[in-house]
Nanobody
Framework: QVQLVESGGGLVQAGGSLRLSCAAS????????MGWYRQAPGKQRELVAA???????NYADSVKGRFTISRDNAKNTVYLQMNSLKPEDTAVYYC?????????WGQGTQVTVSS
C-alpha cells in the first residue's frame, strides 16, 4: 500500500520559514519524481516544486529564490524548505509521487501565513 505522509505545516507570520516533509512508503522512492503542489481556497491546485530521480529541480515562478525542494532517498523523504513566506503562500500543500503512469498523492498539510 502506497502512503505519502506530509508534515511540518502550520501558522507562521509573513517573512517566516517552514519546512515541509513527505515520508513515502510502498514505492521505490528513488525512482519517482517527487513534487509539492498547493491549493488555495477557490483556486486550482498548482505545482510548487518538483525534483527528479536525478535531483534536477524546477519551481513555480512565484516561489523561485524562496523555496527549496530536496530529497533523501535513504529516508524515502522529500522536503520543501519555505523561506520569506508571504500571505499568498497560504494553501494546503500536497506531496506527489510520479513514475510513468503511476501517480500518488498525500493527504495534504495546511500552511497559513499571516500578514
Amino acid at each position: 500500500q502506497v502512503q505519502l505522509v506530509e508534515s511540518g505545516g502550520g501558522l507562521v507570520q509573513a517573512g517566516g520559514s517552514l519546512r515541509l516533509s513527505c515520508a513515502a512508503s510502498g514505492i521505490t522512492f528513488s525512482m519517482y519524481v517527487m513534487g509539492w503542489y498547493r491549493q488555495a481556497p477557490g483556486k486550482q491546485r498548482e505545482l510548487v516544486a518538483a525534483i527528479t530521480s536525478g535531483d534536477s529541480t524546477n519551481y513555480a515562478d512565484s516561489v523561485k529564490g524562496r523555496f527549496t525542494i530536496s530529497r533523501d532517498n535513504a529516508k524515502n523523504t522529500v522536503y520543501l524548505q519555505m523561506n520569506s513566506l508571504k500571505p499568498e503562500d497560504t494553501a494546503v500543500y500536497y506531496c506527489n509521487a510520479v513514475y510513468f503512469r503511476y501517480r500518488y498523492w498525500g493527504q495534504g498539510t495546511q500552511v497559513t501565513v499571516s500578514s
